[in-house]
């Protein structure tokens, strides 16, 4: 009987909030990585790779219909692999990418389903990422609209001049660092998309697009274990993290 009403209960649910689409952007050079010699998203993590640990988050999280795998051109085939050799049912299609993020996610959104209510946009180094904190995003866009992954800052932050010197100290109270992923009403995000293409508008995050456009964006508390592999030691510190969690390697 339990099981009956949380099956009713779920299906209440997705018709009150509707679908949620998933862009996996994976289309960058990994310049600060192994200067492009390497693709991180290859690399390995407790011996897996890090697009699949991403990906197979989002596999497993109930609330995400669909993947889209946005890449580099040349590692199309790479990527196919990995998603049939773990059985990915998920992912809808795997996308060239552009020249830049923003592009990259365009191309992305337009092969999310027409019936999907929202966009959750993620970058695929971000490998520890957890089905509680896509969750977690995707309500508050519910409630919101648009909404993102974010764990404020603690340390003290320092405004210097060109040279390195210290110009002020910066009030942290209301500061943030943002993560991925960023979850918009999927409307909301394509007039903010093709606002700023159409104004040449470039941003390094998809919170960005809606800002410019007008629109606010609830920041979600997630913690700092949300990292993103952009050097060789993230991968020791995301081994560490893993551990914490009762991971072996």
């Known amino acids: 009987m339990f099981k009956i009403f949380s099956k009713i209960a779920g299906s209440i649910k997705d018709i009150r909030r ?3 689409s998933a862009i ?7 310049t600060r990585f192994s200067k492009g010699k390497e693709n991180k998203q290859m690399a ?3 011996g897996v790779p890090v697009i699949l640990r991403t990906l197979k988050t989002f596999e497993e999280t109930d609330d995400i219909c669909e993947i889209i795998l946005v890449v580099r051109k040349e590692d199309a085939n790479s990527y196919k692999d990995i998603v049939c050799k773990n059985g990915l049912k998920k ?5 060239i990418g552009g020249d830049t993020r923003q592009s990259s996610a365009l191309r992305g959104f337009k092969h999310v389903d027409e019936n999907s209510k929202f966009v959750a946009i993620h970058d695929g180094a971000r490998c520890l990422v957890t089905p509680e904190i896509i969750n977690k995003v995707i309500n508050e866009a519910d409630q919101h609209n648009a909404a993102a992954a974010a764990t404020r800052i603690t340390d003290t932050l320092k405004l210097a001049d060109k040279n390195g010197f210290i110009s002020k100290t910066v009030d942290r109270s ?6 991925t992923p960023q979850v918009f009403e999927k409307k909301l995000y394509m007039v903010s998309a093709y ?3 159409e104004k040449g508008i470039e941003a390094t995050d998809d919170c960005m697009l809606a800002e410019a456009s007008g629109f606010k964006v609830k920041l979600v508390e997630t913690g700092k274990e949300n990292i993103k592999i952009t050097v060789k030691d993230d991968i020791i510190l995301a081994e560490q993290i ?5 991971e072996e390697q």
């Open 174 to 179: 209301n500061m943030w660092s943002v993560q």
């Open 18 to 20: 509707g679908k949620t």
């Open 91 to 95: 992912v809808k299609c795997i996308v």
């Open 44 to 46: 390995l993590v407790n």
């Open 242 to 246: 893993l551990a914490s969690r009762g």
């Open 195 to 197: 606002n700023a293409k």
């Open 24 to 30: 996996i952007l994976c289309a960058g050079e990994s």
